[in-house]
């Protein structure tokens, strides 16, 4: 490592990644720190993605990030009954650990300098300015300086708050999650399947993300307001125990995303913030994978262009924010809401749903579709999105 780079990104992920790259192409030199000993490892996601939105962001890719092409989803009530929803478009259940690794590898052909083994705990600071990061890598304790750093810490970052950012999210407003990989699943590769309801997954959903044939990771995320009487990882052992008895448990991993309101500021005088650290995480869905590339390489190159034109002043680096938010404020915003009437919802609610939809051919059970019959049930839901769409006018 150097003493000085252009910009230093904390955080490996994709996020990170995809930030790196982007300011190394942009002409920066850039340094990228992960903590873990190896890029991808340990894995705690689902790794569930469209396959739409992940050829958009990286058009080309090698076939070993996929481990499952995905076709449809099962919806499960909970009355139990299984509705097959249609829609559409392909996803992909990647592998996150050579995904991950992929992009860490694109980073370092563009010039990023990649280090693992490297925790950053602490910033540099003059005059408010943030200049660089102080590292703790193979037992020595390093300070490099830097024009920019960029915060892709994950969800729980720490450099958003060294920098006087506010990112705490209340307890009510975090989807706890936990996650098993299991394995001799007598399963269909192709579906995914979800499962609703209070007594499975209060303000929240269980999920199954097959990685091929016997092989997925099944977990669930609950809203913060119900993890005091059960935590996640205890309904997770509950549902495995009664559904998936003879299934060898081959991970274990619990974590947290983030599913509230969209932070004020994602940036300082000298300081970016992307990805889950940025809570860039879609608060229905919970998926947050292309969110961390479309913010990663929005901030590379605002990243680069400041470097170029030697202006790191929060003002300048707010381009990035704009852009962000041109793209992404309303859709986000949106997701929050619905996220927020749903969880009002009752599992009767979701059985009437559910009888409604099961009456519609396959080719018309659409997102858009399920959606209007929650309207139908929920009108308020019409008023909320009416409100939304005229704001954006
Ligand atoms: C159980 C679970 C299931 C999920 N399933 C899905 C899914 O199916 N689809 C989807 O799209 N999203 C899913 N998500 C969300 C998704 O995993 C994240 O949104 C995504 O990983 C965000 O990428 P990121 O780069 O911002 O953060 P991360 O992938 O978390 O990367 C952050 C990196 O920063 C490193 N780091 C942290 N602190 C430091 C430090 N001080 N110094 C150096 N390095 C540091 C970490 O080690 C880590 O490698 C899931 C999340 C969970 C918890």
Redesign the pocket.
């Given at each position: 490592m150097k003493t000085f780079y252009d910009v230093i990104v904390?955080?490996?992920?994709?996020?990170?990644s995809w930030a790196a790259k982007h300011a190394a192409e942009g002409g920066a030199s850039v340094l990228l720190?992960?903590?873990?000993r190896e890029i991808g490892l340990p894995v705690?996601?689902?790794?569930?993605?469209g396959l739409d939105g992940l050829k958009e962001q990286i058009p080309e890719f090698p076939k070993s990030w996929i481990a499952q092409v995905i076709d449809g989803a099962i919806i499960v009530a909970p009355d139990g009954r299984e509705v097959e929803a249609y829609s559409g478009e392909k996803g992909v259940v990647l592998h996150r650990k050579l995904f991950d690794a992929g992009l860490a590898q694109r980073a370092s052909e563009a010039g990023a300098e990649v280090v693992t083994k490297?925790?950053?705990?602490g910033l540099l600071m003059k005059n408010s300015q943030v200049c660089g990061v102080k590292v703790q890598h193979l037992g020595e304790s390093y300070e490099i300086q830097s024009s920019i750093v960029i915060g892709?810490?994950?969800?729980?970052s720490?450099v958003g708050r060294w920098a006087s950012i506010k990112t705490q999210t209340p307890f009510a407003e975090m989807e706890s999650?936990a996650?098993m990989t299991l394995s001799n699943l007598d399963i269909d590769p192709t579906r995914v399947i979800f499962w609703i309801g209070k007594d499975i997954a209060p303000g929240g959903y269980f999920w199954l993300?097959p990685k091929g044939p016997g092989t997925a990771n099944v977990?669930l995320?609950i809203s913060g307001k119900f993890t005091k009487d059960k935590k996640a990882i205890h309904y997770l052992k509950s549902f495995i125990e009664k559904k998936y008895s003879s299934a060898s448990i081959l991970t274990i991993?619990a974590?947290?995303?983030p599913s509230g309101p969209q932070l004020n500021e994602l940036v300082g005088n000298g300081l970016m913030l992307?990805?889950?650290?940025a809570h860039h995480?879609d608060p229905l869905s919970?998926?947050?994978?292309?969110n961390?590339l479309i913010g990663g390489k929005m901030a590379g190159e605002v990243a680069a262009e400041s470097i170029t034109k030697k202006d790191v002043t929060k003002k300048q680096l707010s381009r990035y924010q704009k852009q962000w938010e041109k793209q992404k404020k309303k859709e986000l915003q949106l997701a929050y809401r619905i996220k927020n009437i749903i969880h009002e919802f009752k599992d009767e609610d979701f059985n009437k749903i559910a009888d409604v939809v099961l009456e519609l051919p396959l080719e018309k059970r659409t997102n858009t579709e399920l959606f209007k019959v929650a309207l139908r049930k929920y009108p308020k839901l019409i008023l909320d999105m009416a409100t939304m769409w005229i704001r954006s006018k």
């Open positions: 904390v955080g490996g992920g994709p996020a990170g720190l992960e903590k873990d705690r996601c689902a790794e569930g993605v490297a925790n950053v705990h892709a810490d994950g969800i729980e720490r999650c996650q993300f977990g995320g991993v974590g947290g995303v992307v990805g889950d650290a995480t919970g998926g947050g994978i292309i961390a």
